[in-house]
């Protein structure tokens, strides 16, 4: 009896969670948070195998609160959904559906408030059987936003039963809210059929977008705004000037930070709010105008790229000459020093040659850095063509490079100790090349202080740079090789100076302890690039790299013990090094490309010992928009100069006492890591790097103050006090 009571006993539960399974898997197509309930829906209550089927996601969004469109604008995230299906099936893009603007301060963001459904169509395995359940997954991603911003998630499941097409029920239509939401869909343009076709001219200032819909009236018309599918093609937070008439409506637009180049097309969507009678419609036009350069303007078609950022107002020449002056001045950076030993020690080795010799040695200095300032160049163009948005120094946002910037000083750090030497520089540097001693270590020396180099941006450099990288491939070229001209030309004139050369020491035994003394810049310069890696990569990349520098000290001194045995245990010991090096190389990449990318944002907190806060985009937005004073820092663990200003100047007693005094919030981004946001604010500004510093004062709509790249307690006294 009692067997049988027990097992009547697991025979309930068991039915009872049987019960209990299919309400809670119907229940899950729900999910709430705080702000917004979620719900997975379907067109249809039945599928067909093989057949489309409507899914959508709908987002019931509290009162002032709002998600984000395909294109968020200044600020914000795109929803994302990550589908998943009992069968393997086939999934559309987002059906996105008209999008309404958010204004805050400055800031002009695209997305939805209230309700919105995210529709797809999802074709269904022609191999999902009869009478079989098929099982859809979303995992939903949104940021919902009033004055702050709250990133979110969810998942949410929906069983539907598979029927044949024969036996589907008449009535099994399901949500009315994918239907409501197609409704909203974005269509084309029906007047385009009689040859009238929407154009966007360019202008002096900006562009003008003409729809020909002469069916609109002024007194119709409530709204009109243009939503880009691709931020930065014009300048979102201006306002767009409507001019209505019989011929249609045209709108007038600013450049972006990414503008448009002649015959490039303008993607996006037309909404035009209008009443007729008491109703109020809205009405989305899909648009993909091509920029056309009028016959008075094609002069300067290809020069004229003017956008809202500053670097752009500069001419070609200006633009040249100010990125020779900076980099001329980029030999006084700090990140230049390691490499400055190797140049004078470089100049005195050659203090006995003819003048003719040592000249050419400062010729192949300075082809080394113009080829390598050309390689960048060459970089950028290539990776711009590919979407990306990058700056100077972006490089450094790679762990993978930063290890093994910091594997090359380490080396170059061992060779000039003398635990290993290549050739017989004295630099151990160079090698005979044509019978001309150190030609192939000046042009190493040249690649290898354009590489220390990038980290830093001197002063000139900035708005040179931020019109480079709004130009043409060959302009962008000619500014980069005019930058590296001037980080060469210091060396090239020394070398072409006979009279420098005979006050010169004679080389001797003292230039070995010399060199050895040199070695520790550049042993410094390998710490500071682990500590670099530390801020990207945490402890494990600190691990993979101090090991690799393990690795390459043990291949050094094998390489330099074995130069005076046979040949071929030379050729055993060389292939010995050459495996271990590949090896550090290949272990580097393989765990570091593993290792998780730190998130830098959480690790530039404020604390009770710190006078700033961590930059996001919404708590500037909220700052600006209460109208409070802002001191805007943008800055990187691999940028020397950033280091140095916030170390010399804005930690400074009275820099701190002047912030609290006037109620100034300090904010601090971080752009050691790559960060699109960061990216985004710097191209307003023209610059293509860090560091930028910029104050906001009191006041919506204040005029920023732009602050020089190098600091002093009294420039950020000066910016503040004559601001308020």
Same mark, same amino acid.
């Given at each position: ?528 690039? /682990?500590?670099?890696? *530390? $801020?990207?990569?945490?402890?494990? %990349? @600190?691990? !993979?790299? #101090?090991?690799?520098?393990? =690795? &390459? ?11 005076? /045995?046979?040949?071929? *245990? $030379?050729?055993?010991?060389?292939? %010995? @090094?050459? !495996?271990? #090096?590949?090896?550090?190389? =290949? &272990? ?137």
């Amino acid at each position: 009896m009692q067997k049988t009571a027990y097992r009547n006993l697991l025979s309930t539960l068991f039915l009872a969670v049987l019960c209990y399974v299919p309400v809670a898997w119907s229940a899950s197509h729900q999910a709430s948070t705080p702000q917004v309930q979620a719900e997975l829906v379907s067109s249809t209550k039945q599928v067909v195998a093989g057949e489309i089927v409507n899914l959508g996601i709908s987002l019931k969004i509290i009162p002032h609160w709002h998600t984000y469109w395909q294109n968020p604008g200044d600020s914000g995230t795109v929803t994302t959904i990550d589908w998943q299906f009992s069968q393997p099936s086939q999934v559309s893009e987002i059906f996105w559906p008209i999008p309404s603007r958010f204004r805050l301060g400055p800031i002009v963001n695209y997305g939805y408030e209230n309700v919105v459904t995210l529709p797809v169509k999802v074709k269904v395995s022609p191999d999902a059987k009869v009478g079989e359940s098929f099982k859809a997954t979303a995992i939903v991603d949104w940021l919902v936003c009033k004055e702050e911003c709250i990133p979110q998630q969810v998942t949410l499941t929906l069983d539907l039963p598979v029927v044949s097409a024969a036996n589907i029920t008449k009535d099994v239509h399901g949500n009315t809210l994918i239907e409501e939401s197609l409704a909203k869909q974005p269509q084309e343009i029906p007047f385009e059929d009689n040859l009238k076709q929407v154009n966007l001219e360019k202008t002096n200032d900006g562009m003008v977008l003409h729809i020909p819909d002469s069916s609109l009236t002024s007194e119709q018309i409530q709204d009109v705004w243009f939503y880009p599918y691709e931020w930065g093609k014009i300048a979102q937070s201006i306002e767009q000037t409507k001019t209505v008439n019989a011929d249609g409506i045209t709108l007038a637009l600013k450049h972006g930070d990414a503008p448009l180049s002649p015959h490039e097309s303008l993607e996006g969507v037309l909404v035009v709010k209008e009443k007729r009678g008491d109703e109020v419609t809205e009405r989305g036009y899909l648009i993909h105008p091509k920029l056309v350069i009028p016959q008075s303007l094609s002069g300067n078609a290809t020069s004229d790229t003017k956008s809202v950022n500053q670097g752009s107002d500069l001419g070609f020449a200006t633009a040249l000459l100010l990125a020779l002056i900076g980099g001329v001045i980029l030999n006084l950076m700090p990140c230049v020093f390691p490499v400055l030993s190797i140049k004078a020690l470089s100049l005195v080795s050659h203090a006995q040659h003819s003048q003719r010799e040592i000249l050419w040695q400062g010729i192949v200095y300075t082809l080394g850095v113009l080829a390598s300032f050309a390689f960048l160049a060459g970089l950028l163009i290539a990776l711009k063509a590919g979407g990306a948005q990058i700056g100077w120094g972006f490089q450094f946002q790679s762990p993978l490079f930063v290890v093994a910037v910091a594997y090359l000083m380490f080396a170059v750090g061992l060779s000039l100790s003398g635990v290993f030497t290549i050739g017989g520089s004295v630099t151990g540097l160079g090698s005979n090349l044509a019978d001309k001693p150190g030609y192939a270590g000046s042009f190493f020396t040249g690649v290898l202080a354009t590489i220390v180099a990038t980290p830093c941006t001197a002063p000139f450099m900035a708005a040179a740079l931020g019109y480079a990288l709004t130009q043409p491939a060959l302009k962008l070229i000619f500014i980069f090789l005019s930058l590296g001209f001037g980080l060469a030309l210091p060396y090239l004139l020394l070398t072409a100076w006979p009279a420098l050369h005979r006050k010169l020491p004679r080389p001797g035994l003292w230039m070995e302890r010399t060199k050895q003394v040199f070695a520790f810049p550049m042993y410094l310069a390998a710490v500071w690039l /682990v500590w670099v890696l *530390a $801020q990207q990569s945490g402890v494990n %990349g @600190v691990a !993979i790299a #101090l090991g690799g520098m393990v =690795l &390459i000290a043990f291949a050094a001194w094998i390489y330099d013990s074995t130069r005076y /045995v046979s040949f071929k *245990a $030379q050729i055993a010991a060389n292939a %010995g @090094v050459t !495996i271990l #090096l590949l090896s550090t190389l =290949l &272990i580097s990449y393989t765990y570091l490309d593993d290792v998780a990318v730190v998130d830098t944002k959480s690790t530039v907190k404020s604390d009770v010992n710190n006078h700033w806060e961590a930059y996001s985009s919404q708590r500037l937005e909220q700052l600006l928009a209460e109208g409070k004073p802002v001191f805007l820092n943008f800055t990187a663990a691999w940028c020397i100069s950033c280091l140095v200003n916030e170390r010399v100047a804005l930690s400074q007693p009275e820099v701190v006492a002047e912030f609290e005094k006037n109620n100034v919030t300090y904010l601090k981004g971080d752009w050691t890591n790559k960060d699109t946001q960061i990216t985004n604010v710097l191209t307003t500004f023209g610059r293509s790097g860090v560091p930028l510093y910029v104050f906001y004062p009191t006041g919506k709509g204040a005029k920023p103050v732009e602050l020089p790249q190098i600091l002093t307690p009294s420039i950020v006294l000066d910016a503040i006090q004559s601001s308020l």
